[in-house]
């Protein structure tokens, strides 16, 4: 899965643009990819040549098996916020 954080409009339009080229939109700014290694290589060189990495923000969530691997299954180009540390939080 990959989301993304934008801040500016041609450019958020030209990362959308981008990633239809690599998945499938579930939202504007959320895509569902199935890549290989040399496809995520790839979207990520591509993407990386669209985005300002000083103020956009690019997730690279494997959704693939977590178990035992915690906030290691993200990825992120720019900044992000902190993930969240231990378990399930019920509020």
């Excluded at 504007?28 to 199935?34: I, K, T």
């Excluded at 290694?37 to 690279?60: C, F, P, T």
């Excluded at 299954?73 to 900044?79: A, D, K, T, V």
């Amino acid at each position: 899965m990959v989301t993304y954080d934008i801040r500016n409009d041609a450019r958020r339009r030209r990362v959308h643009k981008t990633m239809k080229g690599f998945g499938y939109a579930l939202q504007y700014s959320v895509f569902l990819c199935d890549l290989d290694n040399v496809e995520k290589y790839d979207m990520l060189r591509a993407v990386g040549d669209v985005v300002h990495q000083q103020i956009d923000s690019v997730a690279i969530i494997d959704l693939g098996d977590a178990h035992g691997r915690g906030g290691t299954c993200f990825e992120f180009l720019g900044p992000h916020a902190p993930l969240p540390r231990g378990g399930p939080r019920i509020v």
